[in-house]
């Protein structure tokens, strides 16, 4: 089971959910931190030594000797990485999206192989759970392709769970897309019920079930429960604003650890989860 931790807006507390849920099962459980860009999930584990692997992908390598400037390459790609400049073709390794189209239609066989580093994926394994988060290369404009090759950590069988980006543009979308449940993690104020109001949207066009937690739950108005209750969205948890918690987090000390009685919480809500799931299959 892949289960998504997003949000429609970063400072919602979706990684002390993320991390909290897996933390409070006593399966195997994956955790795949794909914020890529600023990944902090590992930060609440002691991790005494990780693995790392250096992410490449592919960009284009013009063979200026074999090259007789028909511009093929250039009217293929729609994203304007490989150009004909003068008497000479240029790559833009930054624009490229890896698809390999300009070798296929080079008759030449002027383009080869060449690649640029994304970044490098990390993991670690910590008691029953194996963390797998990935780091984007700084300058590295484009983070779906590094979130793309996290992904392939997930496992076929037990509990995968997925720490998102924040938002709903393309880097959300990518971990999100192909998960079986996507957690939504939300603050009752009116900035955090309009981002929430764009993440479900973006969710129903994927199709994919989901639910809500509401984080401190006590903290702003009532407007965030009677959006769900009037879409028929069920809310799955409310996390209420304790000091504690917030203590826990600035030391990087997960919350089931500082408060112990919230692992029960967590657990109902991964059964929680199972059960809506369940209900969508039926």
Do not use: W
């Not at 909290?20 to 609440?44: G, R």
């Not at 996507?182 to 109001?197: A, Q, R």
């Amino acid at each position: 089971m892949i289960i998504t931790i997003a949000s429609g807006k970063g400072g919602t507390g979706k990684t002390t959910v993320s991390t909290s849920l897996a933390l409070s099962l006593e399966q195997k459980v994956c955790l795949v931190d794909c914020d890529v860009e600023e990944p902090n999930a590992h930060i609440f584990f002691n991790i005494q030594e990780s693995g790392k692997e250096i992410v490449n992908t592919f960009v284009p390598f013009v063979e200026k000797e074999k090259c007789n400037l028909c511009g093929a390459c250039e009217d293929l790609c729609q994203f304007n990485a490989i150009a004909k400049i003068g008497k000479s073709v240029m790559v833009f390794p930054e624009m490229c999206h890896s698809c390999k189209g300009c070798m296929m239609v080079c008759e030449q066989d002027a383009i080869k192989e060449a690649d640029r580093e994304l970044g490098v994926i990390e993991h670690a394994q910590i008691d029953n759970i194996e963390l797998v988060f990935g780091k984007l290369r700084v300058g590295e404009p484009m983070s779906p392709p590094l979130i793309k090759r996290v992904k392939k950590k997930i496992k076929s069988a037990g509990i995968n769970i997925i720490d998102a980006p924040p938002g709903t543009s393309c880097p959300a979308i990518s971990a999100m897309r192909d998960s079986d449940f996507v957690v939504l993690v939300t603050e009752p104020t009116p900035f955090g019920l309009n981002d929430l109001i764009l993440a479900v949207e973006v969710v129903r066009l994927l199709k994919i079930p989901f639910g809500i937690v509401i984080n401190r739950c006590d903290a702003g108005d009532n407007r965030t429960k009677k959006y769900a209750e009037k879409q028929g969205i069920p809310i799955l948890l409310e996390l209420a604003d304790k000091r504690k918690i917030a203590e826990a987090y600035s030391r990087g000390e997960p919350v089931v650890h500082a408060m112990p009685e919230m692992k029960k919480e967590f657990n109902d809500l991964y059964h929680r989860i199972v059960n809506s799931k369940l209900k969508n299959v039926n």
